[in-house]
């Protein structure tokens, strides 16, 4: 019934829309705080485009906690769940990109660069869309040498969640939980050479695991 359902066009936008509005709603009911707020406005709007990264865990508060004064696109397939997301995360005014990180995946990263030359900003989960969790492509750094735009490690941490079972074991923020956003340091990658991708992957899993970790902390941890 779904299944046929989402391959409409209809049935597919409306099941898109649905989602997103449930998110919204619980999202709105989370007691959200950005670290290190001003720092993170200033660096915002001094930026022309960045490449936005998270793990695929933390994907559902993302659209919701991105600064809605900066465009931001996400590349999603053409297939019925990629076009049912499209209309989910257009809830929160995410634009798409077309293109397929399995199928064609230099099509999809000349779609994002495209996006990144007009200054805007592009979403990616480095580890989506299949996982494994928490290991990172080579797809944001080939991106980010070939545009010459900074990746910027994001996360986001709530004091009580629920996990899926999915490979990614997503994030599900409780209602009325605290949470906190964190606008991490820029990477800029356009100076190095093929050579160096596979050490400037592994830096930023180890970036992207090293900011999870302490954002899940503030909630682990008495206070000082």
């Known amino acids: 019934m779904i299944k046929k359902l989402i391959r409409s066009p209809f049935g597919n936008a409306l099941v898109g829309w649905t989602i997103g509005s449930i998110i919204a709603l619980l999202m709105v009911t989370v007691r959200w705080r950005t670290v290190d707020q001003e720092k993170s406005d200033q660096f915002m709007a001094s930026q022309n485009g960045i490449i936005m990264v998270f793990w695929h865990e933390r994907v559902m508060a ?66 989506g869309p299949r996982g494994p969790a928490r290991k990172s492509a080579l797809g944001p750094v080939a991106i980010a040498q070939m545009a010459g735009k900074p990746i910027v490690p994001m996360c986001w941490s709530v004091d009580r969640y629920w996990r899926a079972t999915g490979w990614d074991r997503l994030i599900i923020p409780k209602p009325f939980a605290r949470g906190r956003f964190i606008i991490g340091d820029p990477i800029y990658l356009d100076n190095i050479s093929k050579d160096q991708l596979e050490t400037a992957r592994q830096q930023l899993e180890d970036a992207l695991n090293a900011q999870a970790d302490a954002i899940d902390r503030l909630f682990t941890e008495p206070p000082q």
Request: charge should be positive; charged fraction near 15%.
């Open 62 to 127: 993302m659209p919701w906690l991105w600064p809605s004064a900066y465009a931001l696109h996400a590349l999603q397939s053409p297939h019925p769940d990629g076009r049912m997301m499209s209309h989910a995360i257009g809830c929160f005014g995410v634009k798409t990109v077309w293109g397929s990180s399995n199928r064609n995946p230099l099509s999809g990263l000349r779609g994002l660069k495209r996006v990144l030359d007009l200054g805007e900003s592009v979403a990616i989960t480095p580890d």
